[in-house]
């Protein structure tokens, strides 16, 4: 599979935020986010074509027990379900990040899914080339409905990028749509939108008032806080 970047960092979102964790980017995705803090794996994607062991060796380069498998869109790679499989024969706990748009039976200890909303669609970039697919591809219920149930998935927890807050009434349309996820069993974050400390303070202000009202968990993006939108950290 095509890898972008193996680094060491710790965990920005969610609910295992600030774990030293190994990081595997894939490379390549099936959407077009706007506001992707990754294009080098999704608008332009670069990378190498790694084989399982190969990602394996340099994993293990590494002392940490906590692995995040991320994109790009990892699930566009069928080797990524032995990646986890072998990763957990070395008692790794597995993070998967995915937008929950493509399923693989694949057994990890925690999917984290970020459903795209209407934000993300580029009617601007590129002349909207992309808009019309990625607006057609972003949301696909069965998919996360099964993301929802496997019982191959430990843990999940579901993250929604909020611009506006007209998004909150799209996010609650959305999960009207899937029964499964109830605010009692499973981790709902909200994130700001953001590529810089600045711009995520000043809308992290607003949407975490918006989190005391609404009973929603707030999601920091701790790695642009820290390092900016830099690329291995
Ligand atoms: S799904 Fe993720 S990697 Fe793909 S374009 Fe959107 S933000 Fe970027």
Redesign the pocket.
Known sequence: MIISEIFLSIQGEGQWLGMPSVFIRTSG?N???RW???PY???NPQGTEMSVQAILDQVARHSVEHVVIT???PLIHAEVVELAAQLKLQQKYITLET?GTLWRDISVDLASI?P?LSN?TPHDRQGGTFAKAHESTRIDIPTMTQFARSTAIKNRQWKFVICRPEDITEMEVLLAQLPEITRQQDNIFLMPEGIDAAELQKKGVWLAELCKTRGYRFGARLHISLYGNQRGV
């Open positions: 995705c959407l077009r986010c992707c803090d990754t794996a999704s608008w994109g790009g869109e937008a970020s795209k993300s």
